[in-house]
């Protein structure tokens, strides 16, 4: 009879947010499929735990989900966990899920933190309908297409980023979004837990020196002016529209297209506060 996959989910930060059943599951299984077993090791030592663990990580899937599976296969259990939050979200662990179903073998949930969703109740934003997309591509013409299709979500998403290219990817991200309120989580559940909230560019004027990986909450585009939360005025609109055309890499007409996206206000209402700043000249 085949074994059991767990799919653990461990915490994001504090080392009290784990499940008692997790910490049961981690203690009983045959073997633990971590992506780093030096930050996995200082979770079980944490609790005493002393069960073997096998790295399993994206370099080396390809070899490992078929050396996993045979374990499944002859009967021993084994769980998988990533170094913070639920595997298979911007982890790895989807390969040897998708595995596991192929071969009948039980795949067993054990709930637990999660990093989108952590930010996303403290962000203030609705929390349905709510999107997860990953990291963005770590090159920059990929990057800023990833950026156009992502932002184009009208209710509120996520994404993850490094600290080393948050700046870059908020700048490239800041003419898709506009107005729309944004909340960036940093160090979650952890002593130094920050939450910044504000548009892009008054994120950018905020960072300071970035640290820890972020988790970027996006705010709906029709909920901005109902909660009052980023009034919009004529001359941001006018500012937004001039950043956005001045590079020569965006239209009049795109450029419109996005400030009323980004600001919640009519194409015609955004072209009417352009033609009359144009008169104030």
């Not at 077993?37 to 390809?62: G, P, Q, Y």
């Not at 596991?100 to 996303?120: H, N, Q, R």
Request: glycine residues 6%; proline residues 6%; hydrophobic residues 40%.
């Amino acid at each position: 009879m085949s074994g059991t996959l767990y799919v653990v989910a461990t915490p994001i930060g504090n080392l009290e947010d784990i499940t008692l059943r997790a910490l049961r599951v981690l203690r009983e299984v045959d073997v633990i499929a971590v992506e780093d077993t030096r930050r996995t090791a200082r979770l079980l030592n944490h609790h005493a735990i002393s069960t073997r663990t096998i790295s399993f990580h994206a370099h080396n899937a390809r070899s490992r989900v078929p050396q996993l599976i045979s374990r499944l296969e002859a009967g021993s259990s084994v769980a998988i966990v990533t170094d913070a939050g639920t595997p298979g979200i911007s982890d790895p662990g989807l390969e040897l899920v998708q595995a596991a179903i192929s071969k009948g073998i039980a795949v067993d949930p054990v709930p637990g933190a999660s990093a989108p969703l952590t930010a996303l109740v403290a962000s203030g934003f609705p929390l349905m309908p709510f999107t997860v997309f990953g990291f963005p591509p770590t090159k920059s013409k990929a990057r800023f297409d990833w950026l156009k299709t992502v932002c184009s979500t009208q209710h509120v998403f996520s994404f993850f980023e490094a600290p080393h290219r948050i700046r870059t990817t908020l700048g490239d991200a800041e003419q898709f979004l506009g107005f729309r309120p944004i909340v960036v989580a940093r160090e979650i559940t952890k002593v130094h837990q920050e939450f910044i909230r504000g548009t892009v560019s008054e994120l950018l004027e905020r960072l300071g020196e970035p640290r820890g990986e972020f988790t970027v909450i996006v705010g709906p585009t029709d909920n901005q002016h109902k909660n009052n939360l980023l009034p919009v005025s004529d001359d941001q609109v006018v500012s937004e529209f001039c950043r956005l055309t001045e590079s020569g890499r965006t239209s009049r007409r795109e450029a419109i297209r996005l400030v009323a996206h980004g600001s919640g206000r009519s194409a015609k209402d955004v072209y009417s506060a352009i033609e009359r700043a144009k008169k104030l000249v």
